[in-house]
């Protein structure tokens, strides 16, 4: 079957049928049109064409907007489909403005899902369905032609830990199943926004069409949204298509309309689209993170050479003032904002923060690595979140910002575990009277803040450069309590491909997992690769390029934890002596020794003074057993998950991990 043809597969079985009901006088066309595409495929694309002309009369006659009429051609294209599809009451397309932002608030406070926070400025609180509460990574789907193009073939046929695969055929299906008709009585909002500076050479544009002012409102605050993506668009016509609606259920909660049990998130990056169904929550919903920026995103990086990655980015000045910029790969809920926004404790040390979950990455001509954080806001985990572990979220969030699932103080604030002590009359994130002596949260561990980037105090000067910020080294970690020293250097960039390729850590409650399994999620990525994850480590593989100045990769891990399960490293601030040892490495310092794993700093060389007692003998132990098993399991999960699809540097690289152990 054409390519064409299959991806237009809801015009037949969705549009058609209601385009019937949307426009009598074209009965006997769309009669018609039926019996064309019954009889013969090779009419299949006329009677599309045919459709789609009726299509447009019938919207005309439904009188959308003047506001759609000016849209670029393409934009109005798919608005009008999408409005075919859902069959909004209206259609409003968003222009970013402080009054349609004033608007917007006042509706949700009128359906009951936003309440005011009156103790801070331009603050609000949404509690969501109790089931609509994080990312649904086993309903999130990639489509391609071929299995293959999405997951490794190790797992052909079956379930991969590393993506799922559905075919054009189902995905057309599990639209045509969910869309039709789903946004009647609501407004369909349009949000032309832009990942990254718009302008800037290494942005991309995207229009999500939602049924959910919440959506509409957070990405207002995570991209850059309205008429100036709107001017872009007449210049470069290239934009991600993200539909999204909140679904409809039986029982639906006041102010959080969702449908759990049908909630789909669907990518098709041949075609760039992007469909999510039933969810309002976060990575489900705000389709420019999670969607865009990273499995979509992955894609485009790899046919146009570049790297989409899940790095927070921060620029570090040391006491001489030698600036670097580093990116992190952390998996979810495991520091990544804690890092970006770091007070260091080692004098002299300034930290300045570019961006705390996503990173766009690209060499520039001199063979600089360049990076941009395509993101305009902080969607960061409100617990855990104090001002001795991250005074600067602390200074960030209590203005212009959204809580998610938090838990309410009865002088109208928020309160989330970790936070400090509990106030007396505390509303927990679902609404009840809670205190202390209760055996549950307070606020849902996953409950966040969505915060404007420019609130933070520490923004770095060149975060919206649209040339990038240069990237000296890269950091990889995860949450490891036991076996895994506190930093070791990879000895080359084959070696550091292959430590994201076995980045293990506990799971969090960013997704549907049961917490403190350790899990393989390799470059953070687990949740996020746009297409097949051997084909990704060749694509990391291909970097080095003659001119190139490679970035140092690193492994860190700031959980490991000793016999009594005490953490044996205070983390936080502290963390800023790791990035001291990090940018000795990056000016060519001798400060290393070598050991099984890789380089760690030679003695003395990590500064610990004024730290106390720090067992770095402990820290940076390699026990023989652990990592005997660690290499089996990751050569477990090399041929199980990914199979021949794995580059053969990644064999040889495990080949001399195994031969170091044993040697050790
Ligand atoms: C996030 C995540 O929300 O990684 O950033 O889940
Ligand atoms: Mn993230």
Not at 159 to 184: H, Q, W
Not at 411 to 425: I, K, L, R, S
Not at 561 to 567: A, M, N, R, T
Not at 629 to 642: D, G, H, M, R, S
Request: aromatic share 10%; hydrophobic share 40%.
């Amino acid at each position: 079957m054409p390519k064409k043809f299959v991806s237009n597969i809801y015009y037949h079985s969705v549009l058609i049928p209601r385009l019937q009901t949307h426009n009598r006088q074209n009965r006997k066309l769309f009669k018609m049109v039926y019996f064309i595409t019954r009889i013969s495929k090779r009419f299949a694309q006329v009677a599309i064409n045919c459709s789609r002309a009726a299509h447009q009369t019938a919207l005309r006659g439904n009188k959308l907007s003047p506001q759609v009429a000016a849209l670029t051609p393409k934009v109005r294209a798919f608005v009008e489909r999408s409005a075919a599809l859902c069959e909004p009451e209206h259609v409003h397309v968003c222009d970013g403005s402080e009054a349609e932002a004033s608007a917007l608030l006042q509706l949700m406070q009128n359906q009951g899902t936003l309440k005011a926070l009156p103790k801070y400025d331009n603050c609000w609180l949404a509690r969501t369905d109790p089931v609509d509460v994080a990312r649904v990574e086993s309903r999130t789907y990639i489509c391609s032609e071929h299995e293959r193009d999405v997951v490794p073939v190790a797992r052909a046929g079956q379930k991969s830990a590393l993506g799922n695969y559905i075919t054009p055929p189902d995905y057309d299906k599990a639209v045509a199943e969910r869309f039709p008709g789903c946004m009647r009585g609501r407004t369909m909002y349009v949000i032309p926004f832009s990942m990254g500076p718009v302008g800037s050479p290494l942005s991309k544009i995207g229009v999500e069409v939602t049924d959910s002012p919440y959506v509409v409102y957070s990405m207002r605050v995570m991209t850059r949204i309205g008429a100036s993506v709107l001017e872009a668009l007449r210049k470069d016509e290239h934009f991600v298509r993200c539909l999204h609606s909140v679904g409809r259920s039986d029982s639906p909660t006041v102010g959080w309309p969702c449908d759990p049990a049908r909630t789909i998130i669907l990518h098709r990056p041949a075609d760039n689209e992007i469909v999510s169904y039933g969810s309002g929550y976060g990575g489900n919903s705000l389709l420019g993170k999670k969607c865009f920026a990273l499995r979509l995103g992955s894609v485009l990086a790899r046919r146009e050479g570049w790297l989409a990655e899940h790095m927070l980015i921060v620029g570090v000045t040391d006491p001489k003032g030698r600036k670097r910029y580093i990116a992190a790969a952390f998996p979810s809920a495991c520091g990544k904002t804690n890092l970006a926004m770091m007070t260091p404790t080692l004098p002299g040390y300034k930290v300045e923060c570019v961006g705390d979950d996503i990173a766009w990455m690209k060499f520039d001509k001199h063979g600089v690595l360049r990076a941009i954080n395509p993101e305009n806001g902080f969607f960061g985990v409100a617990p855990g979140t104090s001002s001795s572990t991250n005074p600067i979220a602390m200074a960030s969030v209590f203005q212009n910002t959204v809580f998610t699932n938090v838990a309410e103080t009865n002088d109208g604030g928020v309160w989330w575990e970790g936070m400090g002590d509990a106030p007396e009359g505390i509303t927990d994130w679902k609404g009840k009277p809670w205190d202390k002596t209760m055996k549950i949260p307070a606020a849902h561990p996953n409950s966040r803040f969505c915060t404007p980037a420019s609130n933070c105090p520490i923004i770095d000067g060149d975060w919206e450069s649209s040339e990038g910020v240069p990237i000296s080294a890269i950091l990889l970690g995860g949450r490891r309590p036991a076996g895994v020293p506190l930093v070791v250097e990879a000895r080359d960039w084959a070696h550091g491909v292959f430590l994201g390729a076995s980045m293990r850590s506990e799971a969090t409650a960013a997704a549907e997992h049961a917490s403190k399994v350790v899990m393989h999620d390799p470059f953070a990525m687990r949740p996020f690769f746009g297409y097949n994850f051997g084909e990704y480590l060749r694509h990391w593989l291909s970097m080095p390029q003659a001119g190139r100045q490679m970035p140092k990769i690193f492994h860190v891990n700031w959980f490991r934890k000793d016999q009594q399960g005490k953490f044996l490293w205070p983390g936080f601030g502290d963390n800023s002596r790791v990035l001291d040892w990090v940018l000795r490495r990056c000016a060519e310092e001798p400060c290393h020794t070598e050991t099984p794993l890789g380089y760690v700093p030679k003695d003395d060389a990590l500064d610990t003074s004024n730290l106390g007692n720090i067992n770095m003998k402990e820290l940076f132990s390699i026990p023989k057993d652990f990592w005997l098993q660690e290499a089996n399991a990751i050569e477990k999960y090399f041929k199980e998950e990914v199979g021949e699809d794995l580059p053969n540097e990644m064999w040889d690289q495990l080949m001399i991990l195994k031969k170091n152990i044993q040697k050790s």
